[in-house]
């Protein structure tokens, strides 16, 4: 499955996006789907992620309250929405098929990410 990631940008600190990732293939709807994140200098990481029916959620702890991930089958598309973002979220974000028992992904194989900017 091609993923597309995109809506980062740059935001002030206390500001919200809304990243959407949408897939190529019908076969998205049959896989759990999680956003990742990687900041300069430092590993991926797991942020959140849901369920193929979208019935179940989990998230990184630092995320919780503040992130929000949803998911439209029918448009083949899952979205992360970010409120309150802090300079620590600034990275490039990731969406991937997720194994949700170990929060990482199917494959090691990464689309496009967008990039999210938080200003102090």
């Known amino acids: 499955v091609q993923l597309q990631a995109s809506g980062g940008g740059l935001v002030q600190g206390g500001g919200s996006l809304r990243l959407s990732c949408v897939a190529s293939?019908?076969?998205?709807?049959?896989?759990?789907m999680g956003w990742f994140r990687q900041a300069p200098g430092k590993e991926r990481e797991f942020v959140a992620a849901?369920?193929?029916?979208?019935?179940?959620?989990i998230y990184k702890d630092s995320v919780k309250g503040r992130f929000a991930i949803s998911r439209d089958n029918a448009k083949k598309t899952v979205y992360l929405q970010m409120n309150s973002l802090k300079p620590e979220d600034a990275a490039v974000y990731y969406c991937?098929?997720?194994?949700?028992?170990?929060?990482?992904?199917?494959?090691?194989?990464w689309g496009e990410g967008t990039l999210v900017t938080v200003s102090s």
């Open positions: 991937a098929a997720t194994n949700m028992a170990t929060m990482t992904p199917l494959r090691d194989s």
């Open positions: 293939q019908r076969t998205f709807t049959s896989y759990n």
């Open positions: 849901i369920s193929w029916n979208g019935d179940r959620n």
